[in-house]
C-alpha cells in the first residue's frame, strides 16, 4: 500500500515467463525501476525482444556493456591485443560515451566525437583504431541481440594508408651484419643474421625453441611468439594465423649464425644440452624487444646507415628477394603470408622494375611478330598487306 500511496518509497519489479530453452521453464525477474510505468515499459520490450529475436536493455550503460565485453574476450585474444582494446575502452570510449544508455547511442553523436578529436589534432591512425574497436563491440551486441543496429557501423574513418617503409640496400643490410660480427660477435649478432635472412617477425625470433629448430633438415617450424605488454610483461602466445604457424627454409648464412649459438649454449650448459630458447639472456629468460630494438639503433647510428626498426628488417629481407628477381608467389610463401593480396599491398611499390621488363617484353614480342609477318609476305604481291 505504502508503495502506491508514496512515489519515493521501494521500487517497481516486473516477472515474466519467457520461451522455454531445451524443455526447460525461463522466467525474467528484474526490479529496482522507479515507477510503474517503467517497469511496464521495460517488460514491454521484452516481450518485442521474444517475437522480433532482438532484446534491447534499456538500462544497460555503453560502459557497462563495453567492460562486460572485453571480459568475455580476455581469453581469446592475445595480451597484446587485449592491452590495446582496454586501453581504446578505458581512456576514449568510456569517457566519451560510458553514461549514454547503449539503447540510446547514435551514429552522430559518435561522428561528434571524431569531429572533436579531429580538431584536437588526435592522430588518424589512432582515431581509426579507437572507433573500430568501438564498431567490433557493438557488432557483439547486435549478434547477442542486444541492438537491433550498429550505430559504429558507418562512422570508422577509412584505414589510413601505411607509411612506406624504410628498406636498407643489399649493401647497406650486408655492411650491418659485417659490423655486428667483426666489432661485437655477440648473440644479437645472429639474432639479426636469422632476422635479415629468414625474414621472420621479430616476436618469432624471440620466442624461437631449440625443440622447434631442425638444423640437419635446415629448416625451423614457427610455433611462438613474444609480445611485451606496454613494454612490461611478456608473454608467448601461438601465431595469430594458421599461415604463419609454418616451416621456414634456412640458408647457410642463417644455418652458421644457429650453430654458433648452439655451440655456445651446450658448452655454457652443466650436461651439455641444447634446450629453452635460442636467443635469451644467461638464466633462459627472453630478451626483452625493446632492448633489442635500442642494440639495433645503436649498432645502426655506429655506420650512420638509414634509422630502421626491427620489423623493417623483415621489409628489407622482403626487398631484397624482390629485387633479386624472386617470383612473388615465392616471396609471400617464405614471408607466410596468409594470402598473396597482402604481399602485393605491402611490397607492390617495389615492383616498378618488373613491371618495365613485362611491358618491354610485352613491346620485343609484338614488334618480333611484326617482323616475321613482313618477311613471310611474298616480294611483288600488293595486293597483301605489309603490316598487320
Known sequence: MRLLEEAAHGSWTYCVDLAPEDGRRRTRRRGGFASEGEAAQE?????????????????????????????????????????????YVERDLIPAFG?????????????????????????????????????????????????????????????PRAEERTCWTPKEAAAFLRHNAEQYADQLADLFEVLLGTGMRRGEVL???????????????????????????????????????AWISLSPRVMAALHRQANLQMNAHPDGRLEGLVFAHTDGSPLRPQWVLNQLRKRTAELALPRIGLHDLRHTAASIMI????????????????????????????????????????????????????????????NLPLAA
Open 43 to 87: 517488460l514491454a520490450a521484452v516481450l518485442e525482444g521474444q517475437l522480433s529475436g532482438a532484446y534491447e536493455e534499456r538500462r544497460t550503460t555503453v560502459a557497462d556493456f563495453l567492460r562486460e565485453w572485453l571480459a568475455a574476450r580476455k581469453e581469446e585474444l592475445t595480451a597484446n591485443t587485449y592491452a590495446g582494446y582496454k586501453a
Open 99 to 159: 553514461r549514454c544508455r547503449l539503447l540510446d547511442l547514435r551514429p552522430e553523436q559518435i561522428e561528434d566525437w571524431m569531429a572533436a578529436q579531429r580538431k584536437a589534432g588526435r592522430g588518424r591512425v589512432t582515431l581509426y583504431r579507437v572507433v573500430s574497436t568501438l564498431r567490433n563491440a557493438l557488432n557483439h551486441a547486435v549478434r547477442s541481440w542486444r541492438l537491433k543496429f550498429n550505430p559504429a557501423e558507418h562512422c570508422v574513418p577509412t584505414k
Open 207 to 245: 620466442a624461437l625453441h631449440w625443440s622447434d629448430v631442425h638444423l640437419m633438415d635446415r629448416k625451423l617450424f614457427v610455433r611462438w611468439t613474444l609480445s611485451a605488454v606496454d613494454n612490461g610483461d611478456l608473454h608467448f602466445n601461438q601465431p595469430k594465423t594458421e599461415a604463419s604457424r
Open 323 to 382: 629485387a633479386e628477381g624472386i617470383p612473388i608467389a615465392i616471396v609471400s610463401k617464405t614471408l607466410r603470408h596468409a594470402t598473396l593480396a597482402t604481399t602485393i599491398n605491402l611490397y607492390g611499390h617495389l615492383f616498378k622494375d618488373s613491371a618495365d621488363q613485362a611491358v618491354n617484353a610485352l613491346a620485343r614480342a609484338l614488334d618480333q611478330a611484326q617482323t616475321d609477318r613482313l618477311r613471310a609476305v611474298p616480294r611483288g604481291d600488293d
